[in-house]
């Protein structure tokens, strides 16, 4: 679809997400063909990778998240680093004008974590149409958009120029903890989560993807809501509020106060909300994006066990950004071990 004179690259009629994966050695490291055994016997073929997740083809499991990626060409810098060993990438968070974003400081490293409080900081959701996605290959990967806002009015304007743009899908952040407006006070009530969701679905026809808070009372009963309002998927969780103090000055770290508390240490807190939501996103076939402090396949696995369909991975990146390999190659090594032809047998 071009735009503003602009061609758009989009995979060829062929590129399908099993062409994807057999192009990517790195990738399928673990999943080479096993006609025979050592003693002749037939051998059951490796375990795909690849998934359907609100009807868009995923080469992997993985999805890259919003935050930590950019605009979707951060990491491309890095020898070794592939936007097609992921199944899609999240951009970053995205607003009807240009935002500055927080005071610094807005990173702050804590024991097994990272707290973040950017502020949202973007150029605008014009110009993200206009200058950022005409330079994304999405032959590569499926590229999803993030809407965030803070009002309702701002949510639609977003999600409405982001409906006239060849971007796969749209995650609705309805759950950011670290601006002081919008966000985190729609995503911790139901009622708000499901009136953003609502008036997102009336200017869309693609798909929408509703990033649900974990600070909040009753994770299942703002799920059934969005789900109700016409979310297609979920991303569960976002960040945990926390706050560091420096004691030599006795003042917050982050210019915020607060932020969003990622990394291993959120990880049982996002298992436990993910087997929760599953339990109210199951019987609606609403697929959901497991994530919060993944850093290694067993990680992944055991979301997709608690009933996740896609992994996201974030603050893993920031020390090792070739992780995404390596946690492709342990699932599928989990499958092939254990006779599994598809990453979604491990949710049955």
């Not at 059934?224 to 560091?244: F, K, S």
């Amino acid at each position: 679809m071009p735009v503003d004179g602009q061609q758009y690259r989009r995979s060829p009629p062929d590129s399908v997400p099993g062409k994807q994966l057999r192009d990517n050695y790195v990738m399928n490291a673990a999943l080479e063909p096993r006609a025979h055994g050592a003693s002749g016997a037939w051998m059951p073929p490796p375990a795909s990778l690849a998934l359907k997740f609100c009807g868009m083809d995923f080469a992997s499991p993985i999805v890259l998240l919003s935050g930590c990626v950019g605009f979707g060409e951060e990491y491309t810098r890095v020898a070794g680093f592939s936007n097609r060993d992921v199944g899609a990438i999240c951009l970053k968070g995205t607003t009807g004008k240009a935002r500055l974003g927080n005071k610094p400081h807005r990173v702050y490293e804590t024991a097994n974590g990272m707290l973040n409080a950017i502020g949202l900081q973007n150029p605008g959701v014009d110009h993200v149409v206009r200058h950022i996605l005409p330079t994304l290959d999405f032959s590569e990967t499926r590229f999803i958009a993030n809407a965030s806002g803070s009002t309702i009015e701002e949510y639609i304007e977003v999600v409405a120029r982001f409906d006239d743009s060849p971007i796969d899908a749209i995650e609705i952040n309805i759950s950011c903890p670290n601006v002081k407006e919008g966000g985190v006070q729609f995503g911790n009530s139901p009622e708000m989560s499901a009136r953003v969701v609502a008036a997102c679905r009336k200017v869309t026809k693609k798909p929408l993807i509703t990033k649900l808070s974990p600070n909040q009372t009753d994770i299942q009963e703002n799920a059934r809501r969005v789900i109700e309002a016409g979310t297609d998927g979920l991303a569960v969780i976002n960040t945990v509020m926390g706050m560091a103090i420096d004691s030599r000055t006795g003042t917050p770290v982050l210019g915020n106060r607060q932020g969003g508390l990622s990394g291993p240490a959120i990880k049982p807190i996002a298992l436990l909300k993910v087997a929760q939501v599953s339990e109210v996103a199951r019987a609606h076939r609403i697929p959901i994006i497991g994530q919060g402090g993944i850093t290694t396949a067993t990680d992944a696995i055991e979301f997709l066990i608690a009933g996740a369909t896609a992994v996201g991975v974030g603050t893993a990146l920031f020390y090792d950004p070739l992780v995404c390999p390596k946690i492709n190659r342990g699932i599928a090594e989990f499958l092939n071990q254990r006779g599994h032809a598809s990453v979604a047998a491990l949710g049955s």
